[in-house]
Nanobody, 125 residues
Framework: QVQLIESGGGLVQAGGSWSVSCAPS????????IAWFRQAPGKEREFVAR????????YYADSVKGRFTISRDNAKNAVILQMNSLKPADTALYYC??????????????????WGQGTQVTVSS
């Protein structure tokens, strides 16, 4: 069974930078896209960023545009979320998700078929 493994969560000061990584484990699978979502305490899970697997086309939520960058690390077969100019409002559990079946719901939870367990990013003020 394919799993997505997130890593790199931690504590960072506001204004700083941090990165989290997502890599598949288990059998080889073909994804249309990989996305990052996040969920803060008491809030719904929200879309952060997405990258298409074959063409590396990216898409960002307005709240992170210009601050976050999603990219592929081909050597590690991983997807990296680089986060700059972090704010306390970015504090959340960050989830990696893969879209295996084609879906037009690129920012919706329903558009993704495989999810990781999440990695915590905390931004202190």
């Amino acid at each position: 069974q394919v799993q997505l493994i997130e890593s790199g969560g931690g504590l960072v000061q506001a204004g700083g930078s941090w990165s989290v990584s997502c890599a598949p484990s288990g059998r080889t699978f073909s994804a249309n896209a990989i996305a990052w979502f996040r969920q803060a305490p008491g809030k719904e899970r929200e879309f952060v960023a997405r990258i298409t697997w074959k063409t590396s086309i990216t898409y960002y939520a307005d709240s992170v545009k210009g601050r976050f960058t999603i990219s592929r690390d081909n050597a590690k077969n991983a997807v990296i979320l680089q986060m700059n100019s972090l704010k306390p409002a970015d504090t959340a559990l960050y989830y990696c998700a893969a879209s295996v079946r084609f879906s037009v719901a690129i920012t919706a939870i329903q558009g993704y078929d495989v999810w990781g367990q999440g990695t915590q990013v905390t931004v202190s003020s």
